[in-house]
């Protein structure tokens, strides 16, 4: 999934206007996402284009060589599909 994917699954906190809260979700997710554990897919989550972002300590390069290691296959770009690989939470 992408930061602004999961971004969208969470509502924005309460007094928070909808439409402030759009335009910082990715954000927010990538700021949990650099600081959550290892024991937590973090490399699972990309950016809007389908690239790795860097993490604090880490750069991009383990996020790759991790997803690479699920077979997960780049472009010359850099990029995964992501409608190969994205994820989508089942429907309720």
């Known amino acids: ?10 509502p924005p906190p309460t007094g928070m206007d909808g ?3 759009e335009k910082i979700r990715a954000r ?10 290892d024991d937590i897919p973090w ?11 860097a993490r604090p300590g880490y750069g991009g390069v383990k996020q790759r060589s991790l997803l690479e290691g699920e077979d997960v296959a ?6 995964l ?8 939470p089942p429907t309720r």
């Open 74 to 79: 780049f472009d010359e770009r850099g990029c």
């Open 28 to 37: 927010w997710v990538g700021y949990a996402m650099s600081d959550c554990p």
């Open 19 to 21: 439409g402030a809260y």
């Open 43 to 53: 490399h699972r989550v990309l950016n809007a284009a389908g690239r790795v972002s």
């Open 81 to 88: 599909s992501l409608e190969d690989y994205r994820w989508l």
């Open 1 to 10: 999934m992408t930061y602004a994917m999961i971004g969208g699954l969470i």
